[in-house]
């Protein structure tokens, strides 16, 4: 058993580093890693019976560990292996629950700094993955699929406030694409 665990990191490893921004929907992913540019160290999330094992990883040594209710992994940011939800100064990490449904979202921020501490996990109705996440870790960018079981195409792109915690209102369109 331990060694499939650290195979499964090893290849973890292997796997591409954060994307900045990124399409979907692309959910969690188990066993994928996110880092910083520039950081040699990694995080990877693996679901374990209703809860999940998170680990910061530097090569195949673990530098620290933390079990988290729930089944949870790494954001996916597209089909490629390549992972978001970890911010650019590396201090908050925001995982994604495994077992959603169309109908509801769950999101677990991550303090990162304070010894892989758990937040209030985020609860959305509908359907949202995440996009991307801000380089303070203060807001979380959302895909909203508004009708996830008809079409991938209809969505909006949403921001989080993770420290008022709340989703912002309207949608953030760009403006050379209003449609």
Known sequence: MRRAVIGMLVLAMAAPSAAQAAGGPVGAMAGLGVQRPGDPSAYVALPSGGRTILQQLEGSRILRYRTLPGDYGIPGAAYDGSATGLSADGRT????????????????PVDTH???????????AGFYTVDAISPDGSRLYLIHYRRPQRSVVDYDVRAYDLRARRLLPGAIVDPREPD
Do not use: E, M
């Open 93 to 108: 990490l925001v995982l994604a629950q495994f077992t959603g449904s169309w109908n509801r979202t769950r999101l677990l």
């Open 114 to 124: 304070r010894y892989l501490r758990p937040l209030r996990p985020i609860v959305l």
